[in-house]
Structures are given as structure tokens and as C-alpha cells.
């Protein structure tokens, strides 16, 4: 039974969320769902990307490496210039996908906001958020809120992909409209060590449609 840490007669943006002092779960089954936390084992990706491709991903991690020496920041828009926007444009460039930016999303009174991203593949979609004051876990609090207003916006049963970051840290989710179950990734993925691992997984995701995971 999830705790009453939502008035059902008030209005909620998805910022709201990371203001209220509650967990996932209670979040999660306000809005009729169940949390699972796990491992989630992504399948290699069914697309193969030349050498090439690999060589631009070992090179964009020296950079990170070679950049991150230099700068030192605290905002989000900092964090997101320096970290999240080169990924995206690289895999942007090899694979096909279109993003939103600054996307907003009024489902409801209570699942309405703006989403930092929401990547569109032709089989899935993926809502990328970045944590605030670097709480990976009230960060995925409001991931798993944005992931349900996508399914219900969409009004049809295909999961919703997620993934929370810090810039430097990646936690990925899962919500599955038909169990009405949210996954959590136990997993972490850091950026630049993990840079492959994590570009695996998008790969993974954005290439096909998943049914395994």
C-alpha cells in the first residue's frame, strides 16, 4: 500500500515530484503500478555498426576524459552541454532516431511537465532526465512519473525505456503498461569508464523493438 504523499485534488508538474519526500514505490503504485528492482540484462544490439563507428565512440571517451580535466561546473545545462548532448549527437549520426528537447507532455493534472528528452525510434522510445543536485534516486522517482505520462499520453501497451543521469552516471528503467510493472536497473553506468556499455545498451534499445527485456 503506497503512502498518501499525493493529494488527488491538487495539480503536479513533474518537477513537483522531486520536491515531495517519498521513494519510487510510493509513486509508482499511486499511479496503479508495481516496482521491481533488478538487473536488467539488454540484449545486443541487432544492428552492426562498422569499425568506424567504434573508433568515434574511443575517441569521444578520450575527449571526455582530456574535457573533464579542464572543466568544473554544478549546473544541469553545463552538465547536459558537456556530458548528455555529445552521446546523443554521435549515436545521432550512425543510428536512426529522432529527439525532443525541452518536450512538454499535459496528460493530466497530475502528469503534465516538460521532458528533458524523449528519443523516438521506429519501434521505441526512450524519456532521458537529468537528477537534480545529483540524487539518482529522486531523479528516478520523477523518471518513473514521466514514463507513465508517455504510455498513457500513447494509449497503447508498448514499454517505455528511461534513464536517469547525472552527466557522469546513467541508471536505466523500464515501464511495462501491460503488467503495469516499473523496472529499476541495479546497475549503474558511468560516463567516460562505462562509455561503451552505455552506448551498447541505446544501441540495444533504439535498434529494435525488444521483447526480451
Given at each position: 500500500m503506497y503512502r498518501q504523499i499525493i493529494d488527488p485534488t491538487k495539480s503536479y508538474t513533474f518537477s513537483d515530484y522531486g520536491k515531495l519526500t517519498c521513494e519510487a514505490i510510493d509513486l509508482v503504485e499511486y499511479f496503479g503500478y508495481k516496482l521491481n528492482k533488478e538487473i536488467i540484462n539488454f540484449p545486443e544490439p541487432s544492428i552492426t555498426l562498422p569499425p568506424e563507428f567504434w573508433k568515434e565512440i574511443e575517441t569521444l571517451k578520450s575527449r571526455f576524459v582530456k574535457r573533464l580535466s579542464k572543466f568544473y561546473f554544478s549546473a544541469e545545462i553545463a552538465r547536459r552541454e558537456v556530458y548528455?548532448?555529445?552521446?546523443?549527437?554521435?549515436?545521432?549520426?550512425?543510428?536512426?532516431?529522432?529527439?525532443?528537447?525541452?518536450?512538454?507532455?499535459?496528460?493530466?493534472?497530475?502528469?503534465?511537465?516538460?521532458?528533458?528528452?524523449?528519443?523516438?525510434?521506429?519501434?521505441?522510445?526512450?524519456?532521458?532526465?537529468?537528477?537534480?543536485?545529483?540524487?539518482?534516486?529522486?531523479?528516478?522517482?520523477?523518471?518513473?512519473?514521466?514514463?507513465?505520462?508517455?504510455?498513457?499520453?500513447?494509449?497503447?501497451?508498448?514499454?517505455?525505456?528511461?534513464?536517469?543521469?547525472?552527466?557522469?552516471?546513467?541508471?536505466?528503467g523500464i515501464l511495462d503498461p501491460a503488467k503495469k510493472i516499473v523496472t529499476q536497473d541495479i546497475e549503474v553506468y558511468r560516463a567516460p569508464a562505462d562509455l561503451e556499455q552505455l552506448i551498447n545498451i541505446f544501441l540495444s534499445i533504439l535498434s529494435e523493438k525488444n521483447t526480451s527485456i
Open positions: 548528455v548532448a555529445p552521446i546523443l549527437l554521435t549515436l545521432a549520426d550512425w543510428i536512426d532516431f529522432t529527439a525532443r528537447l525541452e518536450y512538454a507532455i499535459a496528460v493530466s493534472e497530475q502528469l503534465k511537465g516538460t521532458l528533458d528528452y524523449m528519443l523516438l525510434s521506429n519501434s521505441n522510445t526512450v524519456v532521458i532526465i537529468e537528477a537534480k543536485k545529483d540524487d539518482l534516486e529522486k531523479g528516478f522517482s520523477q523518471l518513473t512519473v514521466q514514463m507513465i505520462a508517455v504510455s498513457t499520453d500513447r494509449g497503447d501497451e508498448q514499454k517505455i525505456y528511461g534513464a536517469v543521469t547525472t552527466g557522469n552516471i546513467w541508471q536505466f
